[in-house]
């Protein structure tokens, strides 16, 4: 099955630590990206890359870090420098054709809490 | 700065009442205008995309239709499993690939 996986589902995280979430796609596209989800706002644009090893900062990237060695693969560090991580994370892909026919598709999401 | 605005935040519909969902915005040249829907604790599933003014767009009971100005999602005769949080998003000039959301509205179906 083509998709966009993201691990883990859950994870916890202690205050001043850094933790890393996965996000690999299979579906040959060429650009990714990282929104953060808080409850009543919209999708915050964190970070996205177009390219391998090529990425651009989003609305709210300060506390953040990525990487983009491989096509398929996009993963989010939350440093201990985000003082308000708790959040809903979620990784989209899409093909660059253009400027049409981009529509991004999302993972299934990765809840962090700090505890 | 490209900006989307959702009404209502909240909408509690009986099982076949038909309603609208807006979604307002001002982008700097559209790109492209695209509809979610997300349900609790999942990624957001894409439903459509619309490119200018007058498109309209079918799936099962949701239509999206396009103004200058706005989007709407018209839901027909819905049922419990309709039920999910419908986001809306923008492309412009500005972002050659990036999307502007709004916050959602979130739409109960009751049986």
């Known amino acids: 099955d083509g998709g966009i996986t993201q691990s883990p589902k859950y994870l916890f995280r202690k205050e001043g630590q850094n933790v890393t979430l996965s996000c690999e796609q299979n579906l040959n596209h060429d650009a990714m990206y990282w929104y953060r989800q808080d409850p009543g706002q919209g999708l915050r644009l964190i970070y996205y890359?177009?390219?391998?090893?090529?990425?651009q900062k989003g609305d709210i990237a300060e506390g953040y870090s990525v990487s983009r060695e491989k096509k398929e693969s996009f993963p989010l560090t939350v440093t201990s420098a985000q003082k308000n991580p708790t959040a809903f994370y979620l990784c989209?892909?899409?093909?660059?054709?253009?400027?049409?026919?981009?529509?991004?598709?999302f993972g299934p999401g990765t809840r962090l809490t700090v505890l | 700065e490209d900006q989307v605005t959702q009404s209502p935040e909240a909408l509690r519909l009986q099982e076949g009442e038909s309603s609208s969902l807006n979604c307002s915005y001002t982008v700097s040249g559209l790109r492209g205008l695209f509809w979610y829907r997300q349900d609790p604790g999942k990624g957001p599933e894409f439903l459509f995309t619309?490119?200018?003014a007058g498109e309209e767009k079918e799936k099962e009971r949701l239509k999206a239709t396009l103004t200058k100005k706005e989007s709407f999602l018209h839901i027909t005769a819905p049922k419990p499993e309709d039920s999910a949080t419908y986001l809306c998003?923008?492309?412009?000039?500005?972002?050659?690939?990036?999307?502007?959301f709004g916050k959602g509205t979130m739409l109960l179906v009751s049986p």
């Open positions: 890359s177009q390219i391998v090893n090529d990425f």
């Open positions: 998003a923008v492309r412009g000039n500005s972002g050659y690939s990036t999307l502007t």
């Open positions: 619309l490119y200018s």
């Open positions: 989209a892909s899409s093909i660059l054709a253009g400027p049409d026919h981009n529509e991004q598709f």
